[in-house]
């Protein structure tokens, strides 16, 4: 894997992931044990988790428990480095519908969870914020000095929360940095999810029916793999002490109907689709600008579209 | 008052305003009445309220009630063409020391607030954001185009109250205009408050209680008279499927020293004060350049500082 000399020798950290056997969360926890960090993972009380983190079992400790349970979370937090916030309870698909819902089950508690990351002397925070939804209808790319306009409740309150972030630094000087994610997708992404197109279609298609398609050719997003966003995401590991917000995606825009076609090339099974407009809780176009953290792995390239969704698909294959 | 010749004739309309026998909404009510809009006054269940809209009295009708009531309010927003929204429950300083209350008390309740809109067929929400503390730590003047990096939890509310906004606008049709207020001042505002520092200062040379003074000569804010806010306001009114943000300050902005000389000139009263630092939960500056919504008061001019202040006193005497 090229990209991964490209990471210099760090200092190891104690490192608490939040949601760490997910989907996006368990990549940053492999990229984690690359590095040779000592990792904490958190998570919801599944008998053996999400089957994510098989491979790596005993390289890591895991607390079970729920985000919402203070206690579970303080005595994960106390001496750690670093915390990674992974948790994920609203999409853009379920605030749409229930926008007080996501006020009071992601905000309130994410909030609380800064709390505790200062009451437990936590030196760093590291945030996984929505680059997706929080610039709102803007046409064409975007950077973090782009203007935030989001009107979907999902990065509505992803982008409150990184400005939470910004009080507890000023006020208790809790670090952060808040990765703003483009479309993220590739191996353990969720078949069932309403949030995540790659991942649903894949297991749309698998299971034998139809992709709904919302868009055109002018409805264009950041696809970036969750690997490739894992291993840039440590490079909040190198300075505790700094704070920052960075997009995280390759700058490129993909048209729903151009992943459409990437996956007539890459499926080998024959699907039907049904193309409809445009949702209005979608940002016309989501391609995220992001010279800022790649100037920190010069060298560094994206893993290609087209071979990443082969990948995703095959670990489909193999899950089912 | 030469600006009230500057308003054209309007329609007039059903407008209900909450909080609108407090400080700022009490003047807002005062130019409805003016324009000879139909008023409902909500407010909480004060023995004859606030005693603001004395001289009003029997040209409203008042529903008394607490803005977590929702019965209550959805019966007073029932046949309304726009909702004004002039609730405090929170302030810079309250909210630094309580973040988490902030998003309890004031999110949760105002997003309900705007689905209750929604629900009782409202055409038009007037927001009354905060221009002090919703740009975040900005140097100069601030627009509507300027990257709002709110860090202060009640500036934080507000703009996610703004996003919500969008949010209703896109996904139910309602318009809104959010107003970004500066430092309003003017008769009515408390003298016991620690918002507003006009009317705290106020208060305690008439008390006889030193001043504190917390900034320097960089410490700038834009000091603009709530009765040029509110008549300002009103131009909401003329089209109620209009939707926009408006910056609402002079664009000039005075040191928190020049506020004291001031202060020295106009009292008849010798006072004491001690100067502090700025507090951290202080932006350093906000200034607020209001063109787009000058544009709509061609030949609008500001309440003079000195005279505003002094017309503060008048009113602070009469009242203790």
New interface residues.
Partial sequence: MQNSALVASVTPRKVVVFGGDGFLGSHFVDALAAQGHEITVFGHSRPNGSGNLVHLEGCFRRVVGEFSDEKAVAAALKGQDVAADFILTSTPVSS?EE??RT??TD??PT??FF?LCVEQGVRKVLFSSSGGSLY?PHHGPTDE?????????HG??K??CE??L??F???SGLASDCYRIGNAYGPRQPLDRTQGVVGAWIGCILAGQPLEVYGDESTLRDYVSALDAAQLMTSSLADLDSTDTYNLGTGHGTSILELLEIFKEVSDRPFEYHVHPRR??DNPSAILLSGKLLERFPGFTFRDLRQGIRESFDWAKKRM
Same sequence: chains 1, 2.
Avoid: D, M
Wanted: hydrophobic fraction near 35%.
């Fill in positions: 749409w926008p007080l006020t009071e905000l309130g909030v609380r709390e709102g000095n782009t203007l935030t306009r989001p009107f979907n409740p509505i309150v982008l409150c400005h939470f910004s009080y630094r000023v006020k209005p809780l």
